[in-house]
Structures are given as structure tokens and as C-alpha cells.
């Protein structure tokens, strides 16, 4: 895309609005950011959508009738060991803090989605906000062309209010990126790659460039008067968000949704499905500022997911190699980049599934002992931290529940321990309440 | 004192008593008459007389007692002794002869005093009255005047506020700084100085000084300091129940003693008039009982009407703003009574009141007579509220005026009205839910009368937009996003069945009455998708049910003791335990099916978490126990005391919801978290309001009407006020004195856009256009990608996503684009010309024609001598633009 008289547009608006002008400040910002890595911290959740089996993943129980059908690998961790199906994970073990004592209490697809992304139980009329939404409230920097808060592969049939920016309102919902569930999000380019669409970013079919501009140009005459006079409240927020939108359509940060100008072979690298290039996307975005973004893996993949009740193996493996092109080359490819110190990454599910194997080769529902791991920016890698029993089915040491790991992600973010965001009511609320587990911070 | 009085006096104070004080009020004159021959008078010293009548007098000193009571006295005197002194009331009389018969009677006469003794004690949770609890009623009160002669004296004790106004000032006494204002008349200056009296500034003084008509000067501060009761007494009078007549006598520490007579409101303890009956040797006592008045303004407000900066006021400024209760109108106090029934009510007996008052007939108030107690403070203590009869005309002029006052006390300067065109939008998008189309537009334009506003206001309330779009406002309380309830018949079933009641002008109460009370199985949808979205929980209904209906946040006290807020953890349960008694399959539903069905049983209890504690249910505010013994549901108990004009929360918070729901602000905002924490802005307002909506008998409309027919709505939203400072105007919006940039809500945006466009029906440029809300699957899809937290209208919440799919996304283009809308190819005709066609476009968005720059400007885009193709992609931008302009997506 082209632009539309970014500079011209800014300049008139902030003559007649009193906004920060647009023009102009990008590529400073843009140095600085890459000058100072440590200026800004950001935040990658994995989502792995149906509950991912720990014990075929990363709690391995080898000597174990429970253990199933994988074998062990050494990671370069000594005394650390993955799933055979996650070599490229295993080489990169000593970013990786794995929490082997998670244990919750909501063994529903929709209510434990609501709990490990919100850190709330569903009950009470109280919205929370889905974490990527908090965090992108306390993070999120005011003179952004990006949203705050992107969301890639999204699928959120299991529970809406999961996905949502709750009490905090749109502003900080995600921005949804090839949402498994709205239609024509992903399509397949030239290459093969599975295009990620960012839905209405593109101008609507039929309307040319310079007619959009026209458009823009009338659009931006007819709103002075009206928002002059109203500039305090939601008038000038309006015309903010718009401002914003109109720059994101024009603005050179909206190529970090394109991914047609990434080398082939790491294209090829992250995986040519929606999970891998959805975490090339989320290099991009984070290079160029993002706070927080979120890859979904799992259900929205089509098919059942991690949410393995049978044939659990064939699929854990196919998930597994998925899993580890892409969150393993995310994280060289991060580091190379100078992002990995300032990046906080988050992988789990809504819960764990069964350590006991059921007579269809599967494994059900399991939120008492489960497994979710941190990795990069202000995490200690290299250790697993919480034991379960020997059949898998019980947290030995290192109980954490969902409120801890979420503390402690807000530590390794920098962002203390309980940051509060405004409710609308004027209350403050904590994103989270829990123990922060300091043995897993740098 | 009167004749047909019967008996009282407080124990405690027996010994400061004189007992042959001439008033007392018992007779035994016919004892006289009764056995006289048996008992020995003749060596009857006058030592045992006294302190016999002493006797009597304490056994008397006691609580009124009913006459039933005295008739059963009398009946065991009776069968006991052989004879009765026959104590019915009607030969009550002077007490002075009471020391003359007793003396041959004595026997009798002490068995009847040990009777009434006992008499005493058993009554003792008889009401009672006191010195103390009047002051303690006074307290809750606001303003209280007095007026005399030529003086007028003010006193507000909970704001410790002292007022007087004589012919040659005007004088306000703060008492928390002790600072004196006087502002001589005639001039223009106000004279500041501050109390030189140093001692404590009790309560009971200020009270003291006001009542016995001192000026509150540092010398009367200094004579009065120290005042206390010494003794008290009491006694209703059987002519008047509701009347009280309690005399105090009051000591300083001077040894000073005042003597007061004052006559109480039975039911509120709240002082009526006062006659000071002696004053020793410093205050000459008052001939006559003056009146005590109780104003609906506040301090701040009568101060600023009185006292305003470079003001000087006359007496007669002052009187036709002073509201009073009115005890001269028999005829009204009591029908105010009967409506009220036991509520808190000041009505007294007019027959009683102040016979020695001249009145003053010019004092005429706007509203009705009241002792209001007021939405304020914690929130279990509130009281019902007062109803005052008005008619819809009374209250628009009594917000206005409420209003007023406080922006006059806030200081706070109004911004100019709104244009009528500006007005009529703003009604289309309240009322309606969406814009007028362009036929509507030019209707009311046509229409030159003076009063098309007050005619839209009504055509609008008739019309069915108006029943679909309170539908939606409810059910986004009600039910909100984000909860599955397809299988039941989807959260539009709710809406429908909603939309039906306020079609129906069913009372409000009544349509909460049914949605507490649905029956059947869910799949039966329509009332019981309030029970299918709460899954059936009683917990959950509690917390719902607190908020929408009365306005509380009660679940914040689920886990624990509100924190800011007196509710207890106890509470919450409590009255969750009104929905414990419904059928539903035991423990944590994952999620309900269609088959499962509300309807009340026997069984069904909640706990207190994390104890063995069942709590029992019981209503909010009270503090026994629910003990109605009747077989009624629970359901029903709590639907009856939910809705009931009784409940202190259930008018307030519905009253509050709607004027929020107009002004994108609440009196009391957020306007589920009544409380403490969150005072009104105005309670007077707020119970005007919550009066109207009781004494209307829970109709909607006539609220609405008012609400919208107030000045403070039609108020514009822009300021343009010179030297206009953020702060300023964010007072003005919390005090509705400048109208709320309102969001629109995504069914009001798609509603509009419909509108505008002519998108979902080609019929939408006939007179009775009314739009579809039901069944249209692009606009579910559009209300889901838009939808946004019910709570804040005047923020705007939306981001980036939707403004890029409002400028880019498949609705727009469908709705502007050349080939495919609907207004643009209406304005394709020959007959159009371009300004003429640039005027529909304005219309059909912004409700207004356009203004001549805009005309000017938007030429530029579209010249006339376009082309047709050319033209019609200038009128297409044009729409575009419009529809993304924020004067479009907001309600202003």
C-alpha cells in the first residue's frame, strides 16, 4: 500500500485539532527502539488452543506407563529433557523456564480459557480483560501507528469473553489477524505460505488510491468544525482513533502484516502453516514496537487441536513439529535480531490433559497438574521448575496456579508484581494478584 | 395544655420533677366519687401527700398507653378491688386536683400506679420520645427555618450552618470555622469575622440557640455553653396521634435554665413548632408556638439565592422561593398521607398545627410538602422515598429549578441551548435508536409552531422505534455480550419479549414482577433468558438483580465485607438466598440446557462460603430476618419488596439508569454502585425523579418525558464559553450543565447507517418509518464485531479495528458505494440539483442541512458541471465521508 498524503493529512489535522502531529517522528522512534532494546519490553503469548499435553510435550514421564509413546531428548540444559518432537526447542533450552507445578481448577474448554487468559474465574459480572489486553493497557505507548494488541490465528468459539478487552473497552481489544472465525482471514500466496489477513486494513474493493485520498481529503475538511468544539471527550477520541487508523492504512509499519518480503527459506523455517508465519509476524510487530502479541496454535488449525481425547500421539507429534519450527526459529530469529532480552514469551493452554491414557490413545482434561513454560526477556532460563508425581497426576513441589504465572509474567515484563488498570468505575484492578515465582526471573 | 390528653413522662427524670406542677394531665377527678367513705383522709399530712403525688407522678411517667390498655386496667382494678377509678380517657382532665382526690383514694390509686408501673415495663418497646431522638431526626434533615416577626432564621445542623435575615442583614454563621458573613442590606459588600467564642459547639447548642431564638453571637454562645437537658417529658395528645408534645427543660453551665415546649411529628421526631415557656431571667419566653419549616433547598442553594456575592435581598425576595410544609391544606396532607402510606411523611393534622402562627398565605411552593431524607450516605440506612404528587409539568419545573440551584451553588455557568435541529437528532437517537430519515428531517423543519419539540417528544414516546430501543438498553443491562444463548433462543428473543412490555405501557414494576418471577422451561425463552443467562444461580441472580434493579454492587460483598460499602458479606448472601428455593440441578452448571425449567420449590439453601453458616434470607437495609409467614415463594417475597414504592433503591436506581441513559452520565455514576463511596449529584434531583416514577405508578414515559422536556437536555454539547478551561467544562458535564458527547451504541451505529443509506429498507422515506431490529443477520454480524461494555457512554471505546472496518469493511461499501445504495441512487433523478442532492446527503446523516461552507466545499469535490458517473462517486465520497465523520457516530 501506498501512501495517502500521510504527511499533509497529519499536519492539517494537528493544525486543526491541537493532536500530536504524525509526521515526522517515525524513523526517530524507530532508531531509538532499535538503539535501546531495553527501552521496551514486549510480550508474546503462545495460545495453544484445546490444552496441550504436558507429558508428551515437556513433563516427560518416561519410566511411566503414563508416559506414552515419545522419547526423551537431552535439551543443551543438562538434566533437562523435551519431547523428542521439539529438537529445535531442546537447543534452546537455556532460555526456557518450564513450570512443571501448574494446577487450576476449571476443566472446561470455555471456562478455562477465561481463567488462564484473564486470570479470573467466570463468574460475576465483572468483564475482565483477556491478559494481551491488560498488558497492552500498561505497556502500550500513545504515539503508536501499530495497535497495542494483536492477535494472530485466533479462535475464540470456546469463549468469546476470553478473547476480550473486557471493562477496558475496543480500544485495547485485539486486532485480529487471520481470525480462524471470520472468513477470508487466510489465504494461500503464490509461494504456498498461508497469507495472514488483517481484516478492512486493505481499502475497500473498487476504490482506487487517489480516490481514497479524495475521500480522506473531504472526510478530514467536514470533521474540523464539529470535533473543534468537542475536543475534550468522545469527539476528539474518535477522531484520534480514526487519525490512527488512517495512518496505520498509509504507514510503512502496516508492511510488518506483510510477510511477502521475508527470505524464503526463513519463511520455510518458521513453517509454511498459520502458527509459523504467525510468529514471523510477530517478529515483525514486535520489532516495530508492538507490545503485546499473541499466536494461536491448536483448534484453529482446523481439526481438534491439542484437545487430543483420541489419537492423541499422531496428532501431538504433527502439532509438536508445528510448535517447534516456529517458537524455536521465532526465538533465534528474535535473538538475532537483538529482541529476545526485551521480549517475554508465555506459552499455554487453557489446561493440561490427562497423564493416564484413556482406550482410545487419548488424554482428556487435566487442569490439576500441567505444564506452561516462560521464555526470553527477564525469564532465568534453563530449568524446570515444580515437580509431579511419578504417574504425572499430582503437583510434588512448585504449586503455581494461574494467578502466580501471571505475576510472574508481569515481573519478567518489568511491570511489578500486581499493576492495577482502571476499571470503568474508577477502581483500580490488578491484572493479577499471585506470588511471583523469583527463581524463574533473571 | 388541652383537655382530652392522656398520660407520659420519662422516669429518669423524676426527681428534677415538680410535682405539683399544674399540668398534669391525668384526672383522677371521679375517684372522688368512688369508695370515698372507706378510706381515711382525715391524718393526711401534707408530707405524705407530696410525696404520694411524686409517687404518682413517676408511676405516670411513662409512654403514651393505649386506651384499650387503660380500659383493661380498668377492668382488673375492677375485679380486684370491687370498683375502678374508671380511667376512660374522657374524663381526663387538669392534674392539679390530682394531689386533692388522691388523698381519699390513696389505695386504689397506688395499686393503679404499681399497675402502670408494670404497664410501663411491658411497653417498653413502645415508641418513645426524647429530646435525643429529635435531635438525631434533625440531624438527617437539611434546612430548617424559622421565621418571626420580621426575622428568618435558618439552621442546617448536619452542615453546621446557621442563618438569619432582619430587616438590616442577612448573617450566615459556619460553625465548622466559625465564621460569620454579614451582608448589611442595601449594600453590596459582605462583612467577614470570625467567632470569638472558643468553647465546644455542640449539637445541642446550636439546636438550643436556634430553638430558643437567639442570635447566635459570641455572648449568646458564651451564656448558652454547656447546655444539656435536665429534664424531659412527653405526652401525645388522643385528639392527634400524629403529634407529640414534649417539654424540655435545658441547662447551661451557668445554671441558666430554659424551658421548651415543643411539638413533634409523631413519625419522624422531627420538631413542627416550639414555644419557649420560660426562659428564666435572660430570654423573655414566646407567647406562641412558632413553626418550623423544612426547606427542600439546600444551604448552599438558599445561601446563594440570599447571600449571593454583591446581592442585596429584601424579605420579599426571598419568600416565594422558600418551599415549606404546608400545614394548612387539610385536604392535601392527607391524601399525601393515604399515598404514602406508612412511608416517612412530615403531613400532620392540620386541625393541630401551629394555631398560633400567622402564616403567610404569599408563600406558594412549587412542589408539595416534605421532609425529604435524602439518597445520601451508606446506603442500608436509606429510607423510602418521599412521594410527592406532581403533575409532568411540576417535575420538569422542579428539576429545572434543582437544577439551578445547583449550578448557581457550584457555580458553574450552563452552555447555551441546543438548536431544535440538533435537539431533534439527539431525541431520534435517545428515544428511537437512530437518526431521522430525511422526510422526518423536513416534517419537523416544515413545522414552524412553538411547541414541535414538546410534539416530536410525545410522537416519539408513541412510536414502536421507541419500545425497540428501550428494549435494547435494558437487555444490554440485563443480559450482557459475550454470553451464549443461542440454544434458548438468542439474546434477541430477550429483546423482543422486552420490546412487547414497553410497547404494552405495561408499569415497569409489573415487567420486573415477570422477569423475577418467569416460570416454565428456558426453552420457552422470552423472560426466562434472564434465568437461562445466569445460569440459574442464586448467587449470580443476586448480583445481577442488585445491580440492575437496585442499583448496588452487592457481589463485591460475595467473597467478603463490601470494602468501601456497609454491605456484609452476610447481606449478599442473605438475600441470594431469595433465589435458593429454584429448581436446579445441584452444584456448578457448566451450562444450562433447554430443558431445564425455573420454577419455585421447598427446598434450596445457600451458604456463606467457606463457613456452615445457611443464610437466611432477608431484605437489604433491614436487619430482621424475612418473617412473612404466608406460603409465597420466596421469589415472590423478595419480587413484592423489590418493586414495592417502599423499597429505598428500586425507584432511585431505575430513575437514575434513565437519566443516565439520556444524559451519558448518571446522578449517581457509575449508576450500579449506589453507596457511600458515590454520592449523587444532586439527591434532590435524583428523588424528584424517583417520586415521579412511584407516583406514576412505575410509568416509564411519563419519566422519560420529563427527562427530555428538562432545560438541562436540551442544552447543547459543544462550549464555546471564551475563556473555557478543561475543568470547567468537565464540572459542567458532571453537572449536566453542558450535554454529553454520547457514543453510540453498535445497534444505535447500525441503525443509523441503515437509516442514512436506506440500506435495509427502500421504504424509508415514508412519514411512519420504523426500522426492523429483528432477524436482520448482517447487523447480529455487525452489533458482534462492534459490541462494547455496556457502561460508559460518554467514552469513546472503539479502536482501530472498527474504524477500519466502518472505512473499509463490506457494510460501508454496500451502503455507499454508486452502484448499490440505496440514497445514492435516489439522487440520481434529473430534477435534483447538486446542492439540492449535497442537502439529502446531509440530511439522511447528519440530520441538518448542510451549512454554506460545507455546501462550498463539498462543490469543490463535485462540481455541477460533473458528469453523471463523476457525480455520482462525489455523492458516494460524500456519503462515505460523512458516515465516518465523528459528528455521525456520536449522539451530541
Known sequence: ?442 | MTQDSNAYRNPQSASARDASRTDHPIDFDDLSGVDQGDVVDDDWTAEEASHFAAMVADAMDAPAVPKSLIKRLDRGIHSRWGSSPELSPSRLSHVSEIARTSVKTWPVVAALAASLLLVVFMLGGAERYAWATMVEAVKQQGVIQIASGDTVRWLDLSKQVVGRQTNESTEWIDLRDRSVSTLPSGTPSVQRHSLEYSGELSTELMLAAFLLDQPLSDETLQRLSGIHVVDQEWLSPLSDESRIHLNVLLESSSADRYELSIELDAQSSLPMSVQLTDGGSNVAATQDFRQLVYLNQSVEQLQLAHFGPGESVAMSDLTPEVERVDLTDAGSSTEIESAMGDRVTASTDPARAGSNVERDSSVESLSSPEIVSLPTGAANKWVPVTVVSRSGEEVIRAVDLQLQTLWEREQVQPVAAASDLQLLRRAYLDLAGRTPSVVEVREFMKDQSSDRYVRLIDRLLDSPDHASQMAAVWRSFLIPEGVDLDAFGGREAFERWLSERFASGEPYDQTVRKLLLAEGRLSRSGPLLFYSALKLDADQIAAKTSRAFLGMRLECAQCHDHPFEPWTQEDFWSYAAFFAQISRPRGELENVSTVMQVRDVDRGEVMIPETEIVAEPRFLGQTDTENDPSELARRAKLADWLTGPDNPYFARATANRLWSHFFGIGIVDPVDDFGVMNEPVSPELLDTLASQLIDTNFDLKSLIRSIVLSRAYQLSSGASLVGDQDEQTEKRLKLFAQMNVKTLTAEQLYDCIAVATMLDQSEANASDYSINRFGNGRREEFLQQFSAPASNRSEYMAGIPQALMLMNGSLTSEATAEQNSGLIRSLQAPFFTNDQRIEIVFMATMSRPPRKEELALVANFVPEDASVDQRNAGMADLLWALINSSEFALNH
Not at chain 1, 499536519?11 to 502531529?21: E, I, Q, T
Not at chain 1, 515481573?411 to 482502571?422: R, V
Request: proline share 5%; with cysteine.
Open chain 1, 1 to 442: 500500500m501506498s501512501k495517502i498524503s500521510r504527511r499533509q493529512f497529519g499536519h492539517s489535522l494537528a493544525a486543526g485539532f491541537g493532536a500530536v502531529s504524525a509526521s515526522g517522528w517515525f524513523p526517530n522512534f524507530a532508531k531509538a527502539v532499535a538503539a535501546n532494546p531495553e527501552r521496551k519490553r514486549h510480550c508474546i503469548l503462545l495460545w495453544m488452543s484445546g490444552g496441550p499435553s504436558q507429558t508428551d510435550t515437556f513433563d516427560m514421564k518416561p519410566d511411566h506407563e503414563n508416559g506414552g509413546e515419545f522419547r526423551e531428548i537431552q535439551t543443551a540444559v543438562p538434566g533437562l529433557r523435551f519431547s523428542e518432537h521439539l529438537p529445535k526447542l531442546a537447543a534452546m533450552s537455556d532460555q526456557l523456564a518450564v513450570l512443571r507445578g501448574l494446577s487450576t481448577k476449571e476443566g472446561d474448554h470455555g471456562r478455562g480459557s477465561y481463567l488462564m487468559r484473564t486470570g479470573h474465574k467466570p463468574m460475576g459480572p465483572i468483564q475482565y480483560p483477556c491478559i494481551g489486553s491488560s498488558l497492552a493497557r500498561q505497556m502500550a505507548e500513545d504515539e503508536m501507528t501499530l495497535p497495542s494488541n494483536v492477535s494472530i490465528g485466533t479462535y475464540r468459539a470456546f469463549n468469546q469473553e476470553a478473547f476480550s478487552p473486557g471493562f477496558l473497552g475496543p480500544k485495547y481489544g485485539p486486532l485480529f489477524v487471520a481470525a480462524a472465525d471470520v472468513p477470508g482471514s487466510v489465504s494461500n500466496d503464490e509461494d504456498g505460505f498461508p497469507q495472514l489477513k488483517v481484516q478492512s486494513l486493505d481499502r475497500a474493493a473498487g476504490i482506487s488510491e487517489q480516490r481514497m485520498e479524495q475521500r480522506l481529503e473531504m472526510w478530514r475538511q467536514l470533521q474540523s468544525q464539529f470535533v473543534s468544539s468537542r475536543s475534550a471527550g468522545a469527539a476528539g477520541a474518535h477522531h484520534q482513533v480514526y487519525e490512527g487508523a488512517v495512518r496505520l492504512m498509509n504507514s510503512d509499519d502496516a508492511k510488518a502484516f506483510d510477510l511477502s518480503g521475508e527470505p524464503k527459506k526463513l519463511r520455510e523455517e518458521y513453517g509454511s502453516n498459520v502458527f509459523g508465519q504467525g510468529c514471523l509476524m510477530a517478529r515483525r510487530l514486535i520489532q516495530r514496537g508492538v507490545p503485546f502479541v499473541e499466536v494461536s496454535l491448536g483448534t484453529n488449525s482446523g481439526g481438534v487441536g491439542w484437545d487430543t481425547h483420541s489419537d492423541n500421539f499422531n496428532a501431538v507429534a504433527n502439532l509438536s513439529k508445528v510448535l517447534d519450527d516456529g517458537w524455536g526459529t521465532l526465538m533465534r530469529d528474535l535473538k538475532e535480531h537483538g529482541l529476545l532480552e526485551s521480549t517475554t514469551i508465555l506459552w499455554m493452554g487453557e489446561f493440561g490433559r490427562t497423564p493416564t491414557i484413556n482406550p482410545s490413545a487419548g488424554r482428556d482434561h487435566f487442569p490439576n497438574a500441567w505444564t506452561s513454560v516462560l521464555a526470553g526477556g527477564g525469564i532465568a532460563g534453563g530449568q524446570a521448575y515444580g515437580r509431579t508425581s511419578k504417574d504425572g497426576n499430582a503437583v510434588e513441589d512448585g504449586l503455581i496456579a494461574e494467578q502466580d504465572l501471571l505475576s510472574t509474567l508481569c515481573s519478567a515484563l518489568g511491570l511489578g508484581s500486581a499493576p492495577t488498570n482502571m476499571a470503568p468505575n474508577g477502581r483500580p484492578m490488578p491484572i493479577s494478584e499471585g506470588n511471583v515465582i523469583k527463581d524463574v526471573l533473571a
